[in-house]
């Protein structure tokens, strides 16, 4: 496996469920990031991991939960969505979160459908 | 607030040239991001601009202004694969990346 790698590719989960988005990385990179991607609007940061440690998190709701075990690995725990939480879920590393010209590398996605 | 712009839609022909254009407000600057998005498909980097001018690369060029707060993304020789959504992003002060919705680029043979 080379790249960014996301699974599953496709969740549909009822509000009540709990579920987990998940990301690996393969490229050596230090930082990896979650994004949300909603038609016809600009990707959405939610989470920054840095070496492991939340650098930023920008008001998420607390029904998103992220966990970043090691470097390479980065989840998404899912609770109680809502409807409007349907969405393109973007994982995406790069060499370091705070340098300009770092570009991002971004996995394909999770298509999100929240019943 | 912080604001990237970008036209929703543009239509082009193949083998034409095509210029998207991108203008941004945002809380400091330290580069602008081009990247292509294809359907269905993870977001791939273009091209990096910190300076002011144009950026060569193949058939895809990307011009800045800093002064202006505009860039555009200049492609050549259009061929069908180019059809797209291109995502304009800046980053800001605090390194982080402000993006626009994206213009999304349809290809007529």
């Known amino acids: 496996e080379t790249g960014v790698t996301q699974t599953p590719r496709h969740l549909v989960m009822g509000m009540t469920n709990k579920k987990s988005l998940k990301c690996e990385q393969h490229?050596?990179?230090?930082?990896m990031y979650w994004y949300k991607q909603s038609a016809k609007k600009p990707l959405e940061l939610m989470f920054v991991?840095?070496?492991?440690?939340?650098?930023e998190n920008n008001s998420v709701p607390s029904r998103f939960s992220p966990e970043c075990p090691n470097s390479s690995h980065l989840f998404l725990h899912l609770h109680t969505l809502q409807p409007e939480d349907s969405a393109l879920y973007l994982c995406?590393?790069?060499?370091?979160?705070?340098?300009?010209?770092?570009?991002?590398?971004f996995g394909p996605g999770t298509r999100l459908t929240v019943l | 607030g912080q604001n990237i712009d970008q036209p929703t839609e543009m239509t082009a022909t193949e083998g034409a040239i095509v210029q998207i254009n991108c203008t941004y407000q945002?809380?400091?600057?330290?580069?602008l991001f081009w990247y292509q998005q294809h359907a269905g498909e993870a977001p791939t980097f273009l091209s990096y601009?910190?300076l002011d001018g144009l950026e060569e690369k193949g058939r895809f060029s990307s011009f800045l202004s800093r002064s202006k707060g505009y860039s555009y993304l200049l492609l050549k020789e259009l061929q069908m694969k180019d059809s797209a959504s291109y995502l304009c992003?800046?980053?800001?002060?605090?390194?982080?990346?402000?993006w626009g919705a994206g213009t999304k680029l349809i290809i007529k043979p």
């Open positions: 995406a590393s790069s060499q370091e979160p705070a340098n300009p010209g770092n570009e991002q590398f």
């Open positions: 490229l050596g990179h230090n930082a």
């Open positions: 991991y840095s070496l492991e440690e939340r650098v």
């Open positions: 945002t809380s400091g600057f330290n580069g």
């Open positions: 601009n910190v």
């Open positions: 992003a800046v980053m800001d002060s605090n390194y982080q990346l402000i």
